[in-house]
């Protein structure tokens, strides 16, 4: 009899435990992998097989061992892991909202105190309703156990249903998996002649800049024939929609879906002529970055346009433990309430970790791009005269990556003065292997941020230029008004093409003008404001508010 009871109980335990397992460890993962799965550099049999044995082993262990508690102790725990259950399921479906960071960071829980605190009380009075009803209803009896089971089925089998209709729809792709990509093989291959050279520092002020240039002039002379402007403003934060607007000239809208606009900016007007022109120059056009879809939108809206566009399977290395850990985070950041949320937050440092690029593939980390240089070296194309290349680095993002000597790091709280100097690092070796191969003088680089890194308090945006055939001897700074506005026009003008219809270039304005400047945030919708003058004035308009709103929650 006595065995007969305990069989009994462990069915009764694997029934009840199952519910918040299989929603955590299995129909979890697998909803967020099917939602994202056009994003997703892995496949769906590199994390779920892991998951499996979790929620097998962890399921025959809470089984056997739960079952032999007291049976007064044995019903509590029933009773408090189906309310438990039930809770996360009302959190999952009905208590989240979207919580997203306009630069990709970690979420500022620290702004969210009153939402947290609300949500807790919620979670707390749904548990303890749902404990005080098991508990009134005939607790010293079996009808206890019914309750949990009766809740716990139903919950299992609606879980259950979709997790089947997910699993059927789950696109069926191979371990070879072809996608429109940008080919990184010829990071470092210039052409022979004239060279245009976009290097995007991600999240860096141009004040930052000066200061270091200042401080350092002996050592960072390799910048001396570069012009800063300390009042270039990136117009749009995050990176997207900001270096979608740079290299197409088009404004976003906040109407529909972002992947829609991006599609309609990359195959505008505007964009086919800027590329044509290019083309028609003689110029070979290869753009980098690593989240590659982020920072353009669908790569294959950009064919006929960038020379370095593939159709071909992502050389990706894919950690299977690491993956299943991250997708077990991701699902439990949906269940548990908003004071637990920040535990399981996963960022995109934690997916490039478990799904990580082959050294033959672009990694934008300030640290790789520099080992990489000094590893490869440049290389000149000797059938190849012209090249416009835009290649996008973390910069100054947190966390921070290197350290002011070069070395890998990955810190939140590293004087960003110091992070920048580690940057130079690489700018020092790439401009000096330039002038080496004889390419320096006629090239036109330009280092620049698709934003800054303070949000509350808007900062001017990295800016520098070296022209052709421009020697200083030591950096100018200028004042002059300009903004991501100009980035075209000012290519174009280089090349020595009408830009009329594309607005002004940065040789247009000089220290002492006045314009009127739109600075945009994206965060569930487009806002900004105006402002005329400097980063000053940006800041004094900031904080009178946004004059421009329109909200969206896809974007």
Known sequence: MKNNKYISKIKITALIFALPLFMVVLFGPTEIYYANISDFTFLYKDFISN???????????ASVVIALFPDSIFRFIIAFVTSISVTTYFQNIFLNSKIAERDGAMVRWAKLKTTM????????????????????????????????????????LIQFVSFSMVVFNIEKRGDNFNQYLLDSTELYT?????????LCLDSTDS????????????????LDDFTLYTNYDSKYSPTFPSVSHLLTGMDPDAEGQEI????????????NYFYDRLHNNGYKVKLYAMNQKYVFGEIENLKNKVDNVVYSTPNIDRNRELLSVM?????????????????????????????????????EGNYEVYARLAKEGIKLDNNQSNMFIYQHMRGIH??????????????????????????????????????ELGVYDKATIIILADHTQEYIAPQMSLFMIKLPNQKFGEMQFSEAPICSDDFQATILSLLDEDYNEYGTSIFDWNDGDSRERWTYYRYKGIFGFSYTGNGDDMEEAYKKGYTYEKENPNW
């Open 327 to 363: 997708m077990a985070k991701m699902s439990l950041y949906r269940y548990v309430p908003y004071v637990a949320k920040p535990r399981f937050e996963v960022n995109m440092d934690y997916y490039k970790e478990a799904t990580f690029y082959t050294e033959d593939d672009y990694n």
């Open 207 to 222: 004040k930052t800049m000066k200061e270091l240039y200042l401080e350092n002039k002996e050592e960072l002379s390799f």
């Open 51 to 61: 998951l499996l044995i979790v929620f097998i082993v962890v399921l025959c262990l």
């Open 117 to 156: 605190a609300i949500n807790t009380i919620i979670w707390l009075l749904i548990l303890i309703i749902i404990m005080v009803l098991i508990y009134i209803i005939k607790w010293r009896k079996a009808n206890c156990i019914k309750i949990c089971v009766t809740i716990s089925s139903f919950l299992l």
């Open 398 to 435: 947190k966390p921070y990556d290197i350290d002011k000597e070069g070395n890998k790091i990955w810190d939140e709280d590293k004087n960003k003065k110091d992070v920048l100097y580690g940057i130079t690092n690489f700018l020092g070796l790439y401009i000096n292997e330039m002038k």
């Open 190 to 198: 210039l052409g022979n002649d004239n060279n245009i050279i976009v």
């Open 260 to 271: 829609e606009w991006n599609e309609k900016a990359w195959n505008s007007k505007r964009a």
